[in-house]
């Protein structure tokens, strides 16, 4: 498809190393617009409107196993939801790994990708954050913060949300940055949930994941036991069904009230309005 308006799109960085890869936009089986080959990591802001602000900001990074990024369901319509109440938020398109152009060639990568999961040859290594994809995080958190007074954000209170790969770069962004590219909260969607090191310092994270996700559903729960262990604050949801990729779907299943539960959760740490005062 052709490339969407990005007017409004903010650079992450000043300067920037030529690009030579082209940027690729897809529909997916859905309809909805995905990216991949990304060749300049950007913040799409969604903000709230006048005066319905409450200083809370939030950096969204989609998912799509670094290779593309869902846009539209695991960002521009969680960033309006969270802008309805009260919240800023940025739509993270950030660095992926390379993909072939051919959609044939690239629709086999997936499937293979697909495969090794399925056959349980997907390693921990296999799920490392990319560099470019933690750095491109911590870029974000920092443009946020250097600009909160521009946006009527509060510095010290900006999060980050993932999901899929996003969440598992948000996870990587929590524990692996100094204080200023450190979010003050992190909320991951349908994570890896393989253990990590986190710090004592770590954020407060909210989790929501589908006991039958076929990627991460049958991992165990070390990313909540390594939350745990560090004497971090950790909410974790897990429900029944909903699969993996739900984002803002409905599916008329119970995995549908994740976003009201966060809610409730950011309504308790001072970071949202009340669930019940809000649609």
């Known amino acids: 498809m052709p490339p969407p308006n990005q007017a409004g799109s903010i650079p992450l960085y000043a300067e920037f190393p030529q690009i030579t890869q082209q940027e690729i936009w897809e529909r997916s089986y859905r309809g909805e617009p995905w990216v991949r080959n990304v060749s300049t990591p950007t913040l799409i802001p969604v903000l709230p409107d006048p005066g319905v602000g409450n200083g809370v ?4 990074a989609p998912g799509g196993a670094f290779r593309a990024l869902s846009v539209t369901n695991e960002g521009l319509m969680v960033a309006r939801w969270l802008a309805d109440r009260g919240i800023a938020a940025f739509v993270l398109k950030y660095r992926l790994e390379p993909t072939p152009p ?10 293979e990708f697909q495969r090794r999961f399925a056959t349980g040859e997907v390693t921990a290594a296999d799920l490392d954050v990319p560099r470019e994809a933690l750095a491109d995080g911590q ?11 521009e946006w ?3 510095p010290e209170r900006v999060g980050f949300m993932g999901f899929s790969a996003g969440a598992m770069t948000a996870v990587a962004v929590a524990i692996e940055s100094s204080p200023a590219a450190r ?3 992190v909320l991951t969607i349908y994570p890896s949930m393989l253990p990590v090191d986190v710090p004592a310092d770590a954020p407060p ?3 929501v994941l589908a006991s039958d996700d076929p990627l991460f559903g049958n991992q165990g729960y070390g990313l909540i036991e390594s939350w745990k ?7 974790f949801h897990l429900f029944e069904r909903g699969g993996h990729g739900f984002g803002m779907r409905r599916q008329d299943l119970t995995s549908d009230r994740w976003p009201r539960l966060l809610q409730e959760w950011m309504h308790m740490h001072g970071w949202a309005p009340s669930a019940d005062k809000t649609a």
């Open 102 to 111: 051919d959609p044939a060639e690239y629709q086999a990568l997936l499937n």
């Open 139 to 149: 870029a974000a958190v920092r443009l946020v913060r250097a600009r909160a007074s």
């Open 183 to 185: 979010p003050d909260f």
């Open 57 to 60: 900001a939030v950096v969204i």
């Open 205 to 207: 994270m909210f989790l």
């Open 229 to 235: 262990a560090a004497g971090c604050e950790v909410e």
């Open 152 to 154: 009527n954000i509060d």
